[in-house]
């Protein structure tokens, strides 16, 4: 007999599961705040050169004649960010006038902001423009690559002591990284707190998502994970509305890190996984959290029965397993493996790469900000239901292939798209983003079925780094827009359709018992 079965007599998906599964959704809404923070956080806003401190030959000028006369106009005929006349041209106030051959310079004096949308953000305090720009991208690099670290972290430290106890540090140390962000007023400091904030991310994730499997019985595993995805997507859609309420960037980040203090202290009611207790050897721990179950289940006199001998009979089939592998040489040992793995690897980095590189630059859309996140959120729930149906009636490998490619030459026809076509093209990205999400949700499920019992875990933690990898890599590719505004998107959709391709060299899984040993996999 299984764990699962056990679960099933002590009330099934119950009123214990609904209740476990709401409280550990609702703080992944919010994490998905602090993904898609930078948004707003590092928005930035028209610009232009500050004037020369020295001149007052034009003191009587209006502010679009003193900037007229001072700072070099852009195709569309506003100040150029980055640049000014090493002397006023103040002959330019005459409508008529031209000159020619000017010399200008940088913005040796800093720069004048447009704060009527966003007052205050990370750019205009640290003034991340023109030259400095790509430190604004680095912030979210280091932000992905302390998710990296945490998922290497938070990921063994799980297997040793436990879900529970990794989870709850998660949510403490999100709760003062991302307050002592908005504290401090450093970049250096700035991006040593988004790294440790980063770093929960992959801790919030990872326990979660074992909590509610451990806990969930089999019938209610695939809404539970699709409901994971869905708590996500809700949280961009909230990010929206409170970045729109709360403008200033250091009380946004307040505000979306203060209720991880309030998410700690009720994660102590939270009971540890009962499988993980029995599999170590805590099997007090594990009935008196097994019993509790069944009270909140109304299944108290089940509850009761419950004894030593009586839950180890449920854990024959856990045990049976074998020792689980404890070297990441063993995903590449055998053929069969060595096949998934590689493929997991294009398709989870490159999923990852294309994702957060149309998710985290929202501003090229040149609608509202505010806008561009809902749309990119709403679009996500549909694209989500239809992957969920054809995971079920078609398959796993088609679906993932299928929304991969599609999401592909949805990001590479959007070079085409003229640019004053906004609504468009903010409406083909959203649907890409869309498909990539989706197709992200559809390859956790995929992966987990691919690999078997005695390697899923270290398998699903390795190709996780090579999504964290590709979050890494995104804001690194959107710097090469400075070089040539194609790259970036060829990139992102090359890389995606290449993914996509990668995923047909797999089997299909569905419908298919799951494999326990490498052995058996290589027979299969």
């Known amino acids: 007999m299984a764990f699962t079965e056990l679960l099933d007599t002590l009330g099934g998906v119950g009123r214990f599961q609904m209740l476990y599964m709401a409280l550990l959704l609702f703080p992944c809404s919010l994490l998905a705040c602090h993904n898609f923070l930078q948004n707003f956080t590092a928005a930035v806003p028209l610009h232009?050169?500050?004037?020369?401190?020295?001149?007052?030959?034009?003191?009587n000028a209006t502010e679009e004649g003193w900037w007229r006369a001072s700072i070099p106009a852009d195709r569309h005929q506003r100040p150029e960010p980055c640049?000014?006349?090493?002397?006023?041209?103040?002959?330019?106030?005459?409508?008529?006038?031209?000159?020619?051959?000017?010399?200008?310079?940088?913005?040796?004096?800093?720069?004048?902001?447009?704060?009527?949308?966003?007052?205050?953000?990370?750019?205009?305090?640290?003034?991340?423009v023109c030259d400095s720009r790509p430190r604004r991208d680095l912030a979210q690099t280091i932000y992905m690559a302390g998710v990296l670290v945490g998922a290497a972290v938070f990921g063994s430290v799980a297997d040793r002591w436990g879900r529970k106890a990794p989870l709850m540090c998660s949510y403490l140390q999100l709760a003062v990284a991302g307050a002592c962000t908005?504290?401090?007023?450093?970049?250096?400091v700035y991006c040593v707190f988004r790294f440790l904030t980063g770093m929960t991310f992959s801790?919030?994730?990872?326990?979660?998502?074992?909590?509610?499997?451990?806990?969930?019985?089999?019938?209610?595993?695939?809404?539970?994970?699709?409901?994971?995805?869905?708590?996500?997507?809700?949280?961009?859609?909230?990010?929206?509305?409170?970045?729109?309420?709360?403008?200033?960037?250091?009380?946004?980040?307040?505000?979306?890190?203060?209720?991880?203090l309030v998410i700690f202290l009720y994660s102590w009611w939270l009971p540890e996984s009962s499988r993980w207790l029995l599999l170590h050897g805590k099997s007090h721990l594990a009935i008196q959290n097994l019993r509790k179950v069944a009270r909140l289940n109304g299944k108290r006199e089940e509850g009761q029965r419950l004894t030593k001998e009586v839950v180890s009979t449920y854990m024959q089939n856990e045990s049976s397993v074998g020792r689980p592998s404890s070297s990441v040489l063993d995903?590449?040992?055998?053929?069969?493996?060595?096949?998934?793995?590689?493929?997991?690897?294009?398709?989870?980095?490159?999923?990852?790469?294309?994702?957060?590189?149309l998710a985290m630059d929202l501003q090229k859309?040149?609608?509202?900000?505010?806008?561009?996140?809902?749309?990119?959120?709403?679009?996500?729930?549909?694209?989500?239901?239809?992957?969920?149906?054809?995971?079920?009636?078609?398959?796993?490998?088609?679906?993932?292939?299928?929304f991969l490619i599609l999401a592909g030459f949805m990001v590479i026809a959007n070079m085409f798209v003229p640019e004053d076509m906004q609504t468009l093209r903010t409406a083909q990205a959203a649907l890409g983003k869309g498909?990539?999400?989706?197709?992200?949700?559809?390859?956790?499920?995929?992966?987990?079925?691919?690999?078997?019992?005695?390697?899923?875990?270290?398998?699903?933690?390795?190709?996780?780094?090579?999504?964290?990898?590709?979050?890494?890599?995104?804001?690194?590719?959107?710097?090469?827009?400075?070089?040539?505004?194609?790259l970036p998107p060829v990139i992102f959709g090359a890389t995606a359709i290449f993914a996509g391709v990668a995923i047909?060299?797999?089997?299909?899984?569905?419908?298919?018992?799951?494999?326990?040993?490498?052995?058996?996999?290589?027979?299969?």
């Open 48 to 59: 232009h050169c500050r004037g020369h401190a020295n001149e007052t030959g034009g003191t």
């Open 83 to 128: 640049l000014r006349f090493v002397r006023p041209q103040w002959e330019l106030l005459d409508p008529n006038a031209t000159v020619d051959d000017v010399a200008t310079e940088g913005c040796e004096d800093g720069w004048t902001y447009d704060r009527s949308v966003f007052p205050s953000t990370i750019v205009t305090e640290w003034d991340l």
């Open 182 to 188: 908005a504290y401090f007023s450093s970049f250096e």
């Open 203 to 260: 801790g919030i994730i990872l326990n979660s998502l074992s909590l509610v499997v451990e806990w969930m019985p089999t019938q209610g595993r695939t809404v539970a994970g699709a409901l994971l995805g869905y708590a996500f997507t809700l949280g961009q859609i909230l990010l929206a509305g409170v970045a729109y309420l709360v403008r200033s960037w250091r009380w946004l980040q307040f505000t979306v890190s203060a209720p991880f």
């Open 331 to 357: 995903l590449f040992r055998t053929p069969a493996i060595r096949k998934v793995t590689c493929c997991l690897m294009v398709v989870w980095f490159s999923n990852s790469l294309a994702y957060y590189g």
């Open 365 to 402: 859309f040149g609608l509202s900000i505010y806008l561009v996140q809902v749309m990119f959120g709403v679009i996500d729930i549909p694209a989500m239901l239809v992957s969920t149906t054809t995971m079920i009636y078609v398959g796993r490998r088609a679906t993932v292939a299928s």
């Open 435 to 486: 498909c990539l999400a989706s197709s992200f949700i559809s390859v956790y499920l995929f992966a987990g079925e691919l690999y078997p019992t005695q390697v899923r875990q270290m398998g699903m933690g390795f190709v996780s780094v090579n999504a964290r990898l590709g979050g890494m890599a995104a804001p690194l590719v959107s710097m090469l827009e400075e070089y040539h505004p194609i």
């Open 504 to 524: 047909c060299f797999l089997m299909e899984t569905r419908n298919l018992p799951l494999v326990e040993t490498i052995e058996a996999m290589e027979r299969r």
